[in-house]
C-alpha cells in the first residue's frame, strides 16, 4: 500500500501562484506514475498532470499546459505542482493519485489506485 498527503493549497487571487506537494508513503517501490486530478463542485473529477515516477516524464491537461509544472524528488518521495497564472476556473478541490500501472492512458482516474485527502485550491476574480 502507498500513502500519499497532500498539502499547500489556498485561497489565491487570479494571476497568482500557488505550489501543492504530495508526500508518498509505504511501498513507494511500486509506483510507476505520479499524477494530479482535480475536482470542482458540481463536476467530474478531471486529469490535469501526470509524471513517470523513474523516467520523469510529464504530461499535462489542454487547460494547463504552460501554467502548471509537475515535478517529482524521489529521494524525499515527493510529487509536486507548482501552479501559475492560475485562473478562477482552476478553482477545485486537487487530489494527488499514484499508481502501477504503466497503461498509457495516464489521463485515466481508473488506473490510479492510491489517492491523497485532497487540497482545496480557490482562485478569486
Known amino acids: 500500500q502507498v500513502q500519499l498527503v497532500e498539502s499547500g493549497g489556498g485561497l489565491v487571487q487570479a494571476g497568482g501562484s500557488l505550489r501543492l506537494s504530495c508526500a508518498a508513503s509505504?511501498?513507494?517501490?511500486?509506483?510507476?506514475?505520479m499524477g494530479w486530478f482535480r475536482q470542482a463542485p458540481g463536476k467530474e473529477r478531471e486529469f490535469v498532470s501526470a509524471?513517470?515516477?523513474?523516467?520523469?516524464?510529464?504530461y499535462y491537461a489542454d487547460s494547463v499546459k504552460g501554467r502548471f509544472t509537475i515535478s517529482r524528488d524521489k529521494g524525499l518521495n515527493t510529487v509536486s505542482l507548482q501552479m501559475n497564472r492560475l485562473k478562477p476556473e482552476d478553482t477545485a478541490v486537487y487530489y494527488c493519485?499514484?499508481?502501477?500501472?504503466?497503461?498509457?492512458?495516464?489521463?485515466?482516474?481508473?488506473?490510479?489506485?492510491?489517492w491523497g485527502q485532497g487540497t482545496q485550491v480557490t482562485v478569486s476574480s
Open positions: 509505504g511501498e513507494t517501490f511500486n509506483i510507476y506514475r
Open positions: 509524471i513517470g515516477w523513474n523516467s520523469g516524464t510529464a
Open positions: 493519485a499514484g499508481t502501477s500501472s504503466t497503461s498509457i492512458r495516464y489521463y485515466e482516474i481508473r488506473i490510479y489506485a492510491y
